[in-house]
């Protein structure tokens, strides 16, 4: 079937390729017997190319798309069929079958003839269709364009219709009584009913009138007010020179009787100049201040709250933000006066409703910007003074008053914290002095490391809280837009450190709520505030404030108390040269450890961050984010004979919350102790700690704990690898007899387990040690 298909095609082909053959033959023998000149020759190309044009284009007119695309498809199947044909004629009879192979290769070249003049009719159908939609195109772009000319004369002429229906004159502009109020209070020589109701016009003349006869009396009634009020402001500023006459007597008496109020305890006026001073605070200020003196006052005398600074200038202040207001107000109501302007077509029905209307919107945005520049300063007090002042400087302005709250202890101690508001930035910062009265002087001791002075005094309060990194959003971007280049601008809302440091737990004392800058460290903050509902965290203010006051102020004497403690043990241990002299309490040591340390401290020295960064030993510790820059950083040098340790210290800030950390630096004379070795004997000290604190042992005392604890670790270390080692064993750490350690400690066995653990766990009532 395939090959009559194929046979029925190439019939086809063969029929509708005669015409073109002949021509071409036709043409070829022209081309033979003509031997003119070139330019005949060209001259019948181009007449034998028009004509093909033509024949295609007459065979485009006859048939359909669809008749050749089926064509198309046929031509293609034939093809296919004797290409098969071919193939198995090869594959039977390769010798015998050219004849029977060029035959079908015949067939196959007319058919792709066929599909050649389809493809050509194909793309002259194609370039009809395009010249037909370029005219089509054409039609309707000119077509558009008249229906624009025609919209736009359109609309030309319904703005000059709108124009003049909206003409109106002066008299519009006014607000008249309406008509039947008009008619009842008018008279009738100016209302004349019997000829205004009829008439339109003269009744709008007669309302004009009665119009200007009302005006006249209110502006008559106007000046009798107004003398009115003159007198009466006489008379007020007669009173005001009176009461100021009589304010110094009254000033003379109330200072006349400071001397009662002091034997009766009754701070009367210093009571009264915080009050005063209290209403030049910012409210943040005002708020922090306000729940700091009520906490005082509901039961807690040893915290004591005052207002500093210079209330002169903070009146002034407060003077130029009620200008500021007002200047606003005035801007905001002259630019909805402008808006409101004539030629709006509802103003003209009803003026009235239009200006009650803008007066209400002037109302709103006046006290819109009035309450969000509640706490900022005017940046332009005088013209000369606003070229002078630095952009940055005034961006880091402080308010002139600060809020002092003392936080005392009932030894005497006392931590001092002032709390600054920054009016640009919006957000409070403080400052931080310590008052100790219970450390007693070591003669001739020279104090290496003060815990209780600087500004990081109040760091990790609360944990994440460094106080470095502001908790309002918009910090970076107002000090980025003034100084982008700036060094304190490399950490995203680094706070500039002539503010101080902006605590979290600082701004939700003052009332302010920003969101957390990260999900962690809010997480982290309300696991501190194990006393507050945690369901407040995002909330602001006088809630926020009046909720963590109890906590935050019972922080900050934990804090005081912990660092006093500290600071004993730090002055203690700075002169100590044997393990003796280390601070444990009496109790403890017997409690806790034997009869008997052998190993003693040789010397206790700070160490700088850079010093404990660059040592190996502290290297997992800082990998760990464990040790950072914000802690303190001490070397304790252990002493045995010929073997040393070095055990470098890290108390967090947060002592005694987070425990000390201890990384070690064990030799053996010469030669460095295993690493397994030294692992067991920081495990032993930072992670049993809890042992330690047995029978009621305070947690403050934890440092000189684990420096005594430390100490024994050596001897059972030192006497344990002696009793293991032979002095003749290469590769143990002892090279003669000279160098081993007697057992002075009980135990029953050196090492015991596949990682051979010593037995450094004490068990008291039974005074041995124990592999744990």
Known sequence: MASEDSKKLAGEVDSDEVEVISVTKKSNTVE?????????????????????????EAEVAQRKADADQQHFLQTNGAIRSIMQEILKLKLKQPEKCSEAVEEQRVKAMMLILNMR???????????????EALDARQSVDGVTLQLQGLLYEVLHLQKEAQRCLLAHTADKDVDLLPVEQFYEEAPPSISRPDVTRSDPHQQRLARLHWELEQRRGQTSLGEQLSSELHSVQVNISELN????????????VLQSTIPLQEALGLPLTAMRKQQEAAQLLPMPLYTLWMQCSAYSEAGDPLVCSMIRGDTDAAAKLQQQQHEEQHKTSAAAAAAEATEAAPGDADSDNDPEDSNDVSSHKSRDRSERSGRGKTHVPSSNSSSSNAAAV??????????????????????????VIQFHYAMQLRLVTTRTFV????????????????????????????PGDGGVVSPNPATIHQLRRLQPHSAFLHHPALIPPQLGRAYKWAQQLAGLAFPALQQEETRALKDGLVTVAEEIAHEGGTEVSSERVHVTLSALRRRLKARLVLQQHLLSLQSANSTSCIPVPSGSVSALFPGKVSCELVSWRPVSWQDYNALSATAALRDAGLAVATS??????YQRRHVEMSAYVCVSADYPNTVPLFALDLKWGDQPCPHAHVQQLEAEVNVHWSDLLVGGTDKAHILPLMLYRLAM??????????????????????????????????????????????????????RVFAQR
Request: overall charge negative; aromatic content about 8%; proline content about 9%.
């Open 32 to 56: 033979e017997a003509n031997e003119g000149p070139a330019k005949d020759l060209v001259k019948s190309q181009i007449d034998l190319y028009k004509d093909a044009l033509a024949y295609e």
């Open 117 to 131: 003049k389809l493809s050509r009719t194909q793309k002259v159908r194609v370039r009809l269709a395009r010249e």
């Open 241 to 252: 020179t009176k009461l100021a006459a009589i304010r110094p007597c009254i000033n003379d």
């Open 390 to 415: 630095d952009p940055m400087q005034q961006m880091l302005e402080l308010h002139p008053l600060h809020v002092e709250v003392t936080v005392s202890t009932p030894d005497g101690s006392s931590v």
């Open 435 to 462: 008052l100790a009265k219970t450390l007693p002087p070591v003669p001739g001791a020279v104090v290496y490391t003060d815990v209780l002075t600087g500004p990081d005094f109040l760091d990790e309060l609360f």
């Open 632 to 637: 303190f950083f001490f070397r304790a040098l």
């Open 713 to 766: 670790c050596l001897d059972v270390y030192t006497e344990a690898v002696s009793s293991r080692l032979n002095p003749s064993d290469a590769a143990g750490p002892l090279p003669d007899d000279s160098m081993h350690f007697h057992k002075e400690k009980i135990f029953f066995r050196s090492a015991r387990g596949p990682d051979r653990a010593f037995p450094l766990k004490y068990l008291p009532k039974l």
